[in-house]
């Protein structure tokens, strides 16, 4: 009776739908994969809970820090209790800065207090502070433009007015201002340097983040304002008298401290294939409790990896990369670089970019993964993704692994449009995740992991002509 059913509904289907019967699956697992990415869709709850348990049990996790350690042990205990295969800790030590008191006040000609929070590697202004003239520049090339010992004493201020993109370019446009400025007002005498936060909020929150100085230039103190005080300090400056500011930075570097990358893995059933590593940094700012930097990128691929581990064991081996420490100088995916050199790997995936909902996949991949990169394409498609020209780049925590073997990179770019509102601010907090878009980002990559981990063809790009 069931096989009259069936065969009478095949007649009718060729009758009356004959196109239908062109479309033979190129895939045989196609169906599986598009159930699993529709039940992540539909109703993952493994990526919140790790980014509430991490903001809650954690909070705050500086790389370095006792609390980083904290985060490494909470880690461990989740992948475990996920299930996953070979967790572990590798530890390296790792020069580790903490911020101190900060306080910024206008002393002439219009006396009031801004919003000042010290960039990852300031240095001190001692507990007296410093009380200097201002000296504007409106861009980071006005302030390279700037002749050598010109600012002798005094407080550079770069107002480099970031925003905001989709794909996130303005903040490689506008962050050299934070990741640069510093060092070369100090190689131009500079006594101090205060900048516009990299943001693009008006919250009366500063943004934090890391700058660095070369080897021979002594750090000299280094804040961002909020963009309200920025905005406010420029008016100051408009009305054409010296402004003057009395800075208070008390961070201080407290030497070598341990921190530690987290690792699991889904094993694979063919250990001669090269593994895929998929990574995310599992420390944050201290200001916040990095919700969307980047708690939401651990949740979004424990949780694809935990759905993945459902359907199966696959064929290649992928590996979860909880970064001890990105923001203070990719110690961690540096050490992962060294550590794991010499062990095949073929492909790399980073989630970085908070907990918006993917909207563009881009590749790196070779001309025989053509079939792949359409399979890829396919299986996203049902979730708004659209394919990109450009080529995938990766992350900071994957950039050394890729680097040392030229690996095969699949970027999931992220919305970035509201994310520097609270990039390395106060607000990176837990209620500024968004479940529904962080469902989707979990269904992206598991149909995305589903069809690279069962992939066995080269996935390494051929070398540059
Ligand atoms: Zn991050
Ligand atoms: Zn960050």
Redesign the pocket.
């Known amino acids: 009776m069931k096989k009259q059913t069936a065969l009478f509904a095949a007649a009718s289907t060729l009758l009356f739908m004959p196109s239908l019967t062109l479309a033979a699956p190129l895939d045989p697992k196609a169906d599986a994969i598009a159930a699993l990415r529709d039940k992540a869709l539909n109703g993952d709850d493994i990526a919140y809970n790790i980014v509430e348990g991490l903001t809650t049990e954690i909070g705050p996790r500086q790389g370095g820090t006792d609390a980083e350690a904290r985060a490494r042990i909470w880690a461990v205990n989740k992948l475990k209790a996920l299930g996953f295969d070979n967790v572990r800790v590798e530890e390296y030590q790792m020069p580790t800065w903490v911020r101190g008191e900060e306080t910024a006040e206008i002393t002439a000609p219009f006396p009031q207090k801004l919003a000042i929070a010290a960039l990852g590697n300031s240095g001190s202004t001692g507990d007296a502070g410093l009380d200097a003239e201002i000296a504007y520049f409106p861009t980071i090339d006005d302030l390279r433009a700037a002749p050598d010992g010109s600012l002798k004493g005094k407080i550079a201020f770069v107002s480099h007015n970031m925003k905001a993109t989709q794909d996130g370019s303005s903040y490689g446009a506008f962050g050299p201002a934070r990741f640069v400025g510093p060092n070369i007002a100090a190689k131009k005498g500079a006594a101090a340097i205060v900048i516009r936060s990299i943001g693009t909020d008006y919250h009366r929150n500063p943004h934090t ?1 890391n700058t660095n100085f070369e080897p021979g230039v002594t750090p000299i103190p280094a804040g961002a304002l909020s963009i309200p005080d920025a905005e406010n300090l420029e008016r100051m400056i408009s009305r054409g008298k010296p402004v003057r500011m009395k800075l208070k930075l008390t961070p201080q570097n407290i030497g070598m401290q341990t921190s530690g990358n987290v690792l699991a893995e889904v094993k694979g059933s063919s250990p001669k294939l090269p593994i895929i590593v998929i990574a995310c940094h599992l420390d944050s ?1 201290d200001l916040g409790t990095g919700a969307i ?2 708690a939401a990128g651990c949740g979004i691929i424990g949780a694809a990896a935990k759905h993945l581990k459902s359907m199966g064991q696959p064929k290649r081996t992928v590996r979860l990369l909880w970064a001890g420490a ?2 203070v100088g990719i110690w961690g995916g540096r050490d992962y670089g060294e550590k794991h050199a010499n062990e095949p790997h073929a492909l790399a995936m980073e989630s970085d970019f908070g907990a918006g909902k993917v909207w563009a996949v881009d590749f790196r991949f070779p001309a025989s993964a053509t079939g792949l990169r359409t399979r890829i394409i396919s299986a996203l498609a049902p979730l708004g993704i659209v394919p990109r020209r450009e080529i995938a780049g990766g992350g900071a925590d994957v950039g050394a692994i890729i680097a040392a073997q030229k690996l095969g990179i699949v970027d999931l770019q992220q919305d970035g449009t509201k994310y520097f509102d609270l ?2 601010t106060p607000d990176d907090t837990l209620d500024k995740i968004d479940k529904v878009e962080l469902r989707q980002n979990v269904a992206a990559w598991v149909a995305t992991l589903a069809l690279l981990a069962n992939y066995e063809g080269e996935l390494k790009p051929e070398p540059a002509q």
């Open positions: 983040g700012w930097d980047d990105e923001e990039h390395h």
